[in-house]
């Protein structure tokens, strides 16, 4: 069972990534930095692809800490690893997040070391209250922490108890072979 788990953890991981980077590849290779194209014209202006890059966090924040937020990219990934193995058989929703979460910032992280900055082309939009471009990286992260959190709120406070009382005996049995 747990191999499974693991092995379903790499799939999530590693089919996020592949599209997250053959879009952004497709997007780099034909739209020129700010094109618009409009894969459905009854969309627009709501939804359409515009090229952009992103050196900063979420919304454009921070751009001149690309080099921090490639660590921490990094750090989150290796830290939801580690923590992979004391999820709970039956969070699936949780076990899926963190592919989720872990995919997308891989994707990310690549595209900072590729470009220096991350390739955003997803182009929301309602005229004259918002507009936000980004990728599908960003999507499984945002994606996944919601799985993780509406997880978490599902799960009422004795069953937490009893899940964090299953997982430290797993971690003594463990400690003993």
């Known amino acids: 069972m747990r191999r499974r788990r693991w092995i379903a953890l790499w799939i999530v991981m590693i089919v996020v990534l592949l599209l997250d980077q053959i879009s952004k590849r497709w ?40 080099d921090l937020f ?31 979460v872990c995919g997308g910032a891989l994707g990310n992280a690549l595209n900072r070391l590729e470009y220096g900055a991350v390739v955003d082309f997803i182009h929301y939009q309602i005229p004259g209250v918002i507009s936000n471009v980004s990728n599908l990286a960003d999507h499984a992260i945002v994606i996944g922490v919601i799985l993780i959190v509406i997880e978490s709120w599902r799960a009422d406070p004795d069953e937490r108890a009893a899940q964090s009382r299953r997982v430290m005996k797993q971690d003594r049995s463990i400690g003993d072979d």
């Open 70 to 100: 490639l660590i921490i990219a990094v750090v989150v990934v290796v830290a939801l690893i580690l923590f992979y193995r004391q999820i709970p058989d039956h969070a699936r929703f949780t076990r899926f997040g963190v592919g989720l």
């Open 27 to 66: 997007v780099v290779d034909n739209l020129v930095m700010g094109e618009t194209f409009q894969p459905i014209p009854a969309l627009v202006p709501f939804f359409q692809m515009t090229r952009s890059e992103n050196t900063g966090a979420a919304f454009g924040l921070l751009p001149q800490a690309a």
